[in-house]
Each structure stands twice: as C-alpha cells, then as structure tokens.
C-alpha cells in the first residue's frame, strides 16, 4: 500500500504563501487519484483540490484562485501552492490517495494564518 509524507506547513501571515509536498512511496504513484483535505480545529475534514489521474484539476469554492494543486510523476509528489492565504485557510492538511476504492492518508501538516 502507498505511504505518504507531508510537509512545508508552518506560520505565514496574512496574504502569505506556502507550498504543501506530499510525497508518495510508490513508483505506481501517478495511477492514484490524489486529493488534499484539510480540517479546522472543531470543524469536518474538506475537501481542498483533487487531481484525477485522468482530468484537470478541481477545488473547493473558497480557494480557487488561490490554490494549485500539481502532481510530478517523477518525484512521485503532489503539491498545493497556497497563496493570498487568509485566517480561515488556518487548518491542518492532509494529502489523500485513492485507487480500487481504498484510501490512504498522510499524516497531516499544520497550517497557520496569523499576524
């Protein structure tokens, strides 16, 4: 099964920007749909952007524009390019993937929007 790692989470201020990695354990990475969640403190797990294995790109309506989600299958990696991050964007986020209707998660960075 595929194991991922994320990391690049940290304290930005207001209008800042981060970029998330998650890297993959596998070299049959780019055959998961991947996806990033994030979740608040007291609030549900969301759905961020979600990358397809075949298809563009989608995302939540309160970060479009925003955010960008890519994928290197070369460095079995996905990202999310965070930028004009604002308070509420304040999360812990997590990569997913997903293949024959398993999902796997990552363990989660933490994101926080402050001044």
């Known amino acids: 099964q595929v194991q991922l790692v994320e990391s690049g989470g940290g304290l930005v201020q207001p209008g800042g920007s981060l970029r998330l990695s998650c890297a993959a354990s596998?070299?049959?990475?780019?055959?998961?749909?991947m996806s990033w969640y994030r979740q608040a403190p007291g609030k549900e797990r969301e759905l961020v952007a979600s990358?397809?294995?075949?298809?563009?790109?989608n995302y939540a309506d309160s970060v479009k524009g925003r955010f960008t989600m890519s994928r290197d299958i070369f460095k079995n990696t996905v990202y999310l390019q965070m930028n004009s991050l604002r308070p509420e964007d304040t999360a812990v986020y997590y990569c997913?993937?997903?293949?024959?209707?398993?999902?796997?998660w990552g363990q989660g960075t933490q994101v926080t929007v402050s001044s």
């Open positions: 990358l397809p294995t075949f298809g563009g790109t």
């Open positions: 596998e070299s049959t990475f780019s055959r998961y749909a």
């Open positions: 997913n993937a997903q293949r024959f209707g398993l999902d796997y």
